[in-house]
């Protein structure tokens, strides 16, 4: 058995605890081993005015469209359907080379901005080459859109086949032994882009799943009326299958789905507060995103008030600046200063973590847990609360995965 090694910091956030001045991380191997206030363990290693946390938690991005950046301006509300078909163009403009290029590099964005689990969204298992046994944890959310039928089952067909997942079997299948850090799973894009019939049939099954719910008004005109911008957005496509798109948007928050399997609702921009959810149910909340396309203020603090969970994301390079997460919780941060700033850090590590099925190995310090650590630069100054410090900190950040630093 290796040596254990400890660390200790200005400031230790261990997320399920208060933060700890000078407090202490020993690690053995790849897990944290012990957790302690100042002077419970003498330190091999001091890291300085830095704030440690646990490794970051991105819960929803589109890596694939990392080269997108500043090529596809997001509209207002009413004009979605022009982002997105601007995104349909750029993803058809590019070749597989290309894609898989844009994929390694929003990667290396991800990793140097300390995410160490992400919640990726892949069209056809496109991000697979690059992500399969890349020193970060990986939800890969297998896209399936479709509202014919037959289109629809093809892509679940061919996501079975390509990852070797049975959706229907028992127990989950999401995670392999030869893939200790890499799950699968499967994201029916949007009520109005995959059949709901299908959708809510395979919604019920054993992989983690994902879809991108209420986001704009026009979404919620045409579930509701069969009417508005998608109609014709649809119809242009070749796509426009009426009696295959869902009646109600809460029908994916209904299905009775296997205890713990992580289902995540992205986005969810109006979707109303009083929504009831259940515990493996979350909504993930994309603030820079959100903002950059005009929407109303975002019901997330109703969502948390309520006890639902709610993590956050960067969603893709075609709607956001870059891919870092923290990043995303400073923005919150400047627009909500009275939100709880131990509540917003929880966002970004642990409720991600319990988001993406990944609670039990990280999102948090505490022994047992796999080592993923991030240390900040934090400045000279004071401040009555740390958080204060650690949402203020800038410079390069350097992590540690599975007790290594990369």
Known sequence: MSEPRTVTARWVFPICGPP?????????????????????????????????????????????LSGARGLIPPTDPDHFTDWLRGV???????????????????????????????????????????????????VAFWELIGLNPSRFEAALFEWCDKTGVDWGADPVGVCYPSMPTFRWGASPHAPYSANCDLALMMWGGNAAGAIHLAESPAELELIERRTGPFVSFLQDLGVWHPEAIATRTTDFLHVDTPFRVPRLYIHCNY??????????????????????????????????????????????????????????????RERYPDFPADALLKMVTLS???ALGWADEAGSLEPGKSADLVALPLSDRDAADPHELLFASTGERHTMFRGQWR
Request: aromatic fraction near 4%; include cysteine.
């Open 88 to 138: 349909i163009a750029y993803r058809r403009s590019r070749t597989p080379e290309q894609t898989q290029e844009d994929i390694r590099e929003g990667l290396a964005e991800c990793l140097r901005s300390g995410t160490t689990l992400i919640g990726d969204i892949t069209v056809g298992g496109t991000n697979w080459p690059m992500l399969h046994d890349a020193p970060i944890r990986v």
């Open 20 to 64: 700890l001045e000078g407090g202490t991380v020993t690690v053995r191997g790849d897990h944290i081993e012990a957790v302690g206030p100042h002077g419970t363990r003498t330190a091999d290693e001091d890291l300085g005015n830095v704030a440690l946390i646990p490794g970051l938690v991105n819960a929803h991005t589109h890596l694939d």
């Open 352 to 354: 991600g973590a319990e």
């Open 271 to 332: 979707l109303r507060s009083d929504i009831a959810f259940l515990p493996n149910q979350s909504v993930i909340y994309c603030p820079r995103t959100h903002a950059a396309f005009g929407h109303p203020p975002h019901p997330f603090r109703e969502f948390l008030a309520r006890g639902v969970r709610v993590g956050l994301g960067t969603d893709s390079l075609a709607s956001n600046p870059d891919l870092d997460i923290l990043a995303e919780a400073k923005f919150v």
